[in-house]
């Protein structure tokens, strides 16, 4: 079929969705990603000519390259209509080059959603190419390329091969190792609380002890404890002294941006940071919706801003009116302001349309689809809600000099939390109605001895957040960041918290020692906002690489001079190579740690460490249930007997039989508690942190 107009955008599935929207007279085609990048087995960059990038056609990309130019051939004019970001403008300017498309004709299209009105209105409003967003695509490839090849064949030739150094990924390493550091060196300190039931017209409520003589007071030790309750009366009544109402509002959050998307999908739906963006991907592209054929459902998922557009509002303000009435519709939309260094390039993650309510697509979506979907529509609606409004009422008891304080709230109007419920959403804790000059008697009183905590290690979520917060990375670095470093096995993912790896200390030690630069959280920042600076035309990008480089490079000179080379030793396995009856080692791998044999490279005999749980194997009552790691690193629960034992499971079996059905046991651990239940029945048990 002849066609017109050829538009050329990344995926296939993108492509799909765009060509339904689109008329015969155009082709829609995908680019399958970059097509040009930096040469793999060589730096690629021209030190002696300003930094100039050697670009070469990715491997593997020729027969796309082919079919793209015989595509554009025939076309009248062609569109480039990759993603409305850094690394879409560099694939647009890279397709255009290589199709010989003229400077002067305009032919780059954005658009923020795959609608049918967005991708025609884009269509016919055709842009020149934005060079500010291709320099500053091109002075982060240039700048992580130096970082990555100069200071990675150190790591090499000094710790061992395989390794890599990256820009942001070394920054992260570091603030884990950090964390790690203070865990190590944290000292618990001891302190006590006393909680107290007391009764107030036969309805009991709770108090905790708050200060004596009319000061407030922290209790350090038992003794400071005990001299509090010998001043306790358990017959005499209690005063209260003093009782305070209020009404507190409880405003909605702003929509998604990538970070809070990211971590509130890994709090709420317990998705890993890829799985999320994933699935958002898929999302934006298009879902086929039935007769109504593929439609992108969310707006572009890498931004970093919690705008919406009037369009937007509109439509969600009349869906609030329509759903819930008019009394949970915001009278006056919230100002919003962006976090200091967001660009605001694209509006907030939110549903293209509003009135595309989750339940009345559900049967089209996959159940990851549909629960990514159902939270960011739902945090959009409930953006442009009211309130909610809680009455609060705090009340002060004091007997002989000893003052305990009870906090109650209830809530009052539902507002924004009818759609969208926080993840701190707290329970009512309703109070009896209480005057001053009251009494109340106390019925029990619970002394209790505590330690304080040390910080807790990152999940995936708190290190996406802090990296944010420390203007380390933009929306589309987390989460491969977070992948590289995993894959480097530099860290470890434990119980869902990252733990850095032996090897992870050494790399983060040799580039905190001569590269303090590239591990400075401040350092980092102001290079992020240098080159925010270059998309903005505020400065050249050939600038920001020349002031790193220069004292970069006296780095490296002075790192391959001083860095004394470090033998990771193999440690002794304890036992001998079936094979040829050496001693077995433990070796470091890009997996983690495994059992080699010491006769390597004459004998190759491997074999993986697996943790042994001392609990006998449910299904066959031979073998040993033993943890081992998906090709993933996810980790399961098998027989050591396997192949023989086809036993495996996701959650770890506790050894004991359910008695209702008799299946086996597991563990299942959630951020507050943690429950065993049984693998086959809906039997529980619930065991408190």
């Not at 990344?10 to 680019?31: F, H």
């Not at 530099?490 to 630069?517: Q, S």
Request: hydrophobic share 30%.
């Amino acid at each position: 079929m002849a066609y017109k107009y050829l538009v050329i955008v990344e995926s296939p599935a993108k492509a799909k969705t765009i060509e339904k929207y689109l008329g015969r007279n155009y082709k829609v085609v995908a680019s399958l990603g970059h097509i040009r990048d930096l040469p793999k087995s060589r730096m690629g960059v021209d030190f002696e000519n300003n930094y100039e990038p050697d670009y070469i056609t990715i491997r593997g990309k020729g027969p796309v390259i082919k079919d793209l130019k015989k595509y554009a051939k025939k076309a009248e004019k062609v569109f480039l209509a990759a993603d409305p970001d850094r690394e879409g403008e560099a694939i647009a300017w890279h397709l255009s080059y290589l199709l010989d498309l003229r400077d002067d004709e305009k032919n780059r299209v954005v658009f923020n959603e795959i609608t049918k009105d967005a991708v025609k209105n884009a269509l016919k409003n055709p842009r020149d190419l934005d060079e500010n967003l291709i320099d500053s695509q091109q002075a982060r490839r240039v700048l992580d390329r130096i970082v990555g090849y100069q200071i990675s064949p150190l790591l090499w030739k000094k710790v061992k091969r395989g390794l890599s150094a990256g820009r942001v990924q070394s920054v992260a390493l570091k603030i884990i190792c950090d964390r790690e550091d203070e865990i190590k060196q944290f000292k618990p300190e001891e302190y006590w609380t006393i909680d107290g039931n007391f009764i107030k017209s036969r309805k009991k409520f709770k108090a905790s002890f708050y200060g004596v003589d009319g000061k407030k007071k922290a209790l350090a030790d038992q003794s400071e404890t005990q001299t509090v309750l010998e001043r306790i009366n358990k017959e005499e009544p209690w005063t209260v002294k003093k009782v305070t109402k209020k009404e507190r509002k409880r405003n909605p959050q702003n929509p998604f941006t990538t970070s809070s998307l990211q971590q509130e999908a890994a709090g709420k739906l317990n998705f890993r940071t890829r799985k999320t963006m994933m699935v958002a991907q898929q999302l934006y592209e298009g879902i086929s919706l039935g007769k109504g054929g593929s439609v992108g459902l969310i707006t572009y998922m890498r931004t970093d801003s919690t705008r919406l557009s009037d369009t937007a509002k509109a439509e969600a303000t009349q869906l609030i009116h329509d759903d819930y009435g008019e009394e949970y519709a915001a009278v006056k939309a919230r100002a919003v302001k962006n976090k200091e260094g967001a660009q605001d390039a694209h509006e907030a993650i939110r549903a293209t349309s509003a009135m595309r309510r989750p339940e009345d697509i559900k049967q089209y979506l996959s159940k990851d689809q549909y629960k990514l979907y159902n939270l960011i529509w739902s945090r959009f609606i409930a953006s442009l809600m009211k309130p909610a409004i809680y009455d609060t009422m705090r009340v002060d008891l004091e007997q002989n000099g000893v003052m305990f304080r009870a906090n109650g709230s209830k809530i009052k109007f539902d507002g924004y939390q009818i759609v969208y419920k926080d993840s701190s959403r707290e329970k009512d804790n309703i109070l009896p109605e209480m005057e001053e000059n009251d009494e109340v008697s106390l019925d029990t009183i619970e002394p209790e001895q505590h330690f304080t905590q040390p910080p807790a290690r990152f999940s995936e979520a708190t290190l996406i957040k802090t990296l944010e917060e420390n203007g380390v990375g933009r929306p589309s670095t987390y989460a491969p960041t977070l992948e590289t470093i995993q894959r480097r096995y530099y860290v470890a993912l434990k119980n869902k918290r990252f733990e850095p790896t032996e090897l992870g200390g050494i790399v983060n030690e040799m580039i905190k020692e001569f590269f303090p630069n590239i591990v400075d959280v401040n350092f980092t920042a102001k290079m992020e906002k240098d080159l925010d600076s270059v998309e903005e035309g505020k400065i050249e990008w050939v600038e920001i690489i020349d002031q790193f480089y220069t004292p970069f490079k006296e780095e490296v000179e002075k790192a391959e001079k001083e860095i004394e080379e470090v033998e990771i030793e193999d440690e002794p396995a304890g036992f001998d190579c079936e094979k040829c009856g050496h001693p077995m080692v433990i070796k470091i791998g890009r997996y983690g740690k495994f059992y080699a044999c010491s006769n390597f490279p004459d004998c190759r005999n491997t074999k993986p460490i697996v943790k042994k749980l001392e609990i006998t194997c449910p299904l066959c009552k031979k073998g040993e249930v033993v943890e081992r790691k998906s090709k993933k690193n996810r980790i399961f629960y098998g027989c050591d007997r396997y192949p023989d034992c086809e036993f495996t499971s996701w959650d770890k079996p506790v050894g004991r039989s359910c008695p209702k059905c008799d299946h086996f046991l597991v563990e299942k651990i959630t951020k507050k508690q943690s429950q065993v239940k049984c693998s086959n029945c809906d039997y529980e048990e619930e065991v408190q942190k």
